[in-house]
T-cell receptor, first 114, second 112 residues
Framework: DTEVTQTPKHLVMGMTNKKSLKCEQH?????MYWYKQKAKKPPELMFVYSYEKLSINESVPSRFSPECPNSSLLNLHLHALQPEDSALYLC?????????????FGNGTRLTVT | AQSVTQLDSQVPVFEEAPVELRCNYS??????LFWYVQYPNQGLQLLLKYLSGSTLVKGINGFEAEFNKSQTSFHLRKPSVHISDTAEYFCAVRRGNNDMRFGAGTRLTVKP
């Protein structure tokens, strides 16, 4: 069992749809991350929130919009996605954003864009 | 910028044999290194971490890794693998605050 919970586990959406991915942790962690993982590839960093403020945006297209409503929740809003955006989206958290804090991952949302 | 290179994309091994998964890092400053495992259809699970101190780090599931500064390596080892160890293994480095980057991954396949 993971302490980072992601919902939904699977999502199929059309290119004109609007959907959201949700991530929740109750470990008191103050940094949260979104990663994108294509098949047989490593996770690629998308966004980092540190103390509820966006600290890293890896030049992600604006059709992906992150939101951090509070220290326990992280959302990723999706709009007008492309088929190449189909991937496993992983949420992670760490105790703090500093270099010695390992990341704890959720099991991901498998997204398919049709 | 700090990065990691995993030298083997696939490692097949027979059950109960020893295994080593190789990882080299590039950095001119102090590093924080991690190994993660990913089972099919799951997220990443932390196996072990090197932050400072002893260069031999022990992790979960019988894995260990040795930090070698002179060879800039952080290889993962297990003396005897099980079928259940079949998974993807990622070496990772913290690239400063707020940032963690992963190697390309090594697919470990344990055969009966």
């Amino acid at each position: 069992d993971t302490e980072v919970t992601q919902t939904p586990k699977h999502l199929v959406m059309g290119m004109t749809n609007k959907k959201s991915l949700k991530c929740e942790q109750h470990m008191g962690h103050r940094a949260m991350y979104w990663y994108k993982q294509k098949a047989k590839k490593p996770p690629e960093l998308m966004f980092v929130y540190s103390y509820e403020k966006l600290s890293i945006n890896e030049s992600v297209p604006s059709r992906f919009s992150p939101e951090c409503p509070n220290s326990s929740l992280l959302n990723l809003h999706l709009h007008a996605l492309q088929p190449e955006d189909s991937a496993l989206y992983l949420c992670a958290s760490s105790q703090d954003p500093f270099r010695n804090s390992p990341l704890h991952f959720g099991n991901g949302t498998r997204l398919t864009v049709t | 910028a700090q990065s990691v290179t995993q030298l083997d994309s696939q490692v097949p091994v027979f059950e109960e044999a020893p295994v080593e998964l190789r990882c080299n890092y590039s950095s001119s400053v102090s590093v924080y290194l991690f190994w993660y495992v990913q089972y099919p259809n799951q997220g990443l699970q932390l196996l072990l971490k090197y932050l400072s101190g002893s260069t031999l780090v022990k992790g979960i599931n019988g894995f260990e890794a040795e930090f070698n500064k002179s060879q800039t390596s952080f290889h993962l080892r297990k003396p005897s693998v099980h079928i259940s160890d079949t998974a993807e293994y990622f070496c990772a480095v913290r690239r400063g605050n707020n940032d963690m980057r992963f190697g390309a991954g090594t697919r470990l396949t344990v055969k009966p």
